[in-house]
């Protein structure tokens, strides 16, 4: 058995309400709320949910670009939580990000070329005519032209900001990249064509993503296992496969039927799901689900208990009291997932 690339544990992060003339903590945002996947090598693993559900800030709190309240983060056995300084410093040269926002990630005032040198000289994997020779197969490799070293990033289109921003992140060659909806700010042609890269690289490069989307056609086309968070808790974890062809939670099965067909004709019936998905200043008790759960047997049970993740069919994991077990559970990773 293949041990994970990296694993979570019972990840959190709250972050703190203020009010008041002294500013006072008056709550807590949970944002995240006892979270726990892993992530195997060469694996690409889907985060997805509605806008606030916490995934983001999950992706973020994993490369402690956020600082996470609780929980372990461990990448090939290191405890990423324990680092400081220096050893911090060298472990993120192999746990990189590729923001959402290829405008917003890139400095305006250095060129591409800079942009992309700076990991290699933090790093220091490379300088002078070597580094040349590396940012130069970079940009190769991510598909733009030699000329771009020397330009400045509005001096390109979003799909080429993002294809800069991939090659600044592959610079320092890392293992496991965070893919924060990497494609959601383009057009669907571009999307395509960088989705496409994304492929082709971890093929190339033996790459892991954690893949953050809101677009579940997207996830189909690019994971290989599909995480779902709802109200900052994973609700549902299993192959892509198995969940899109017999989703098993009752906030899985909503989010697929909402997925619109490419056919006019087609017919199929929608899932309306009543109410709004909870603050999570004030989340509910019991199943974070249950105030706009649809599920024939609801009951006092969903309102009272919190469900734990557990699985339902081999590698099928689901945080719901009422979906029985499908088959017996052989299962080459213990839960949680």
Known sequence: MTAPLLEVRHLAKHFPVRGGLLGRVTGQVRAVDDVSFHVDPGETLALVGESGSGKTTTGRAVLRLVEP?????????????????????????????????PWGSLNPRLTVGTAIREGLEVHRLAEGADAD????????????????????????????????????ALAVEPAFVVCDEPVSALDVSVQAQVL??????????????????????????????????????????????????????????????????????????????PGEPPSPTAPPSGCPFHPR???????????????????????HFVACHHVPAQAPVVSSHPSPP
């Open 133 to 168: 020779r590396r940012v130069a197969a970079l940009l190769e490799e991510v598909g733009l032209p030699a000329d771009a070293v020397g330009r400045y990033p509005h001096e390109f289109s979003g799909g080429q900001r993002q294809r800069i921003g991939i090659a600044r």
């Open 293 to 315: 759960c649809l599920h024939p047997r609801k009951d006092d049970a969903c309102r009272l208990e919190r469900p734990p993740l557990e699985e339902k069919a081999p590698g």
């Open 196 to 273: 496409a890269l994304l492929r082709t690289l971890q093929r190339d490069r033996g790459l892991a993503y954690l893949f953050i989307a809101h677009d579940l056609a997207v996830v189909a086309h690019m994971a290989d296992r599909v995480a779902v968070m709802y109200c900052g808790r994973l609700v549902e974890v299993a192959p892509r496969r198995a969940l899109f062809a017999a989703p098993l939670m009752p906030y899985t099965q909503a989010l697929l039927a909402a997925v619109p067909v490419p056919d006019p004709a087609a017919r199929r019936p929608r899932l309306v799901l």
């Open 69 to 101: 309240t609780a929980g372990t983060i461990h990448f090939r056995g290191i405890d990423v939580r324990a680092q400081r300084g220096a050893a911090l410093r060298a472990l993120r040269r192999h746990l990189q990000i590729v923001f959402q926002d």
